[in-house]
């Protein structure tokens, strides 16, 4: 069973900066991918940004060029940079991982960014 320990949310005024961190365990394997979604009260949820195992990464059209998303080098632990933030941004982010071998995708609880224009 792998568990996703998410960090990092609050309440910030537009402009401002966050950094979510979330920390998997629970596996002898890293996983393949890593990433946050986010989803707002009467949204669907949508990707964020996505980075796998090589580093290689993916962001959402809304946030290209103010989140950045990293990896650490135990691979266990995605942070994602969030810059430049606008009242849009405010959903509930959640942190996922896929498994390697499976594919299965294992997700956090959420953790609440709110941005005050």
């Known amino acids: 069973q792998v568990q996703l320990a998410e960090s990092g949310g609050g309440w910030v005024q537009a402009g401002g900066s966050l950094r979510l961190s979330c920390a998997a365990s629970g596996s002898i394997f890293s996983p393949n991918a890593m990433g946050w979604y986010r989803q707002a009260p009467g949204n669907q949820r949508e990707k964020v940004a996505r980075?796998?195992?090589?580093?290689?990464?993916e962001y959402g059209d809304s946030v290209k060029g103010r989140f950045t998303i990293s990896r650490a080098n135990a691979k266990d632990t995605v942070y994602l940079q969030m810059n430049s933030l606008k009242a849009e941004d405010t959903a509930v982010y959640y942190c996922?991982?896929?498994?390697?071998?499976?594919?299965?995708?294992?997700w956090g609880q959420g953790t609440q960014v709110t941005v005050s224009s």
């Open positions: 996922m991982a896929v498994r390697p071998g499976t594919g299965e995708i294992d």
């Open positions: 980075i796998t195992i090589r580093d290689e990464t």
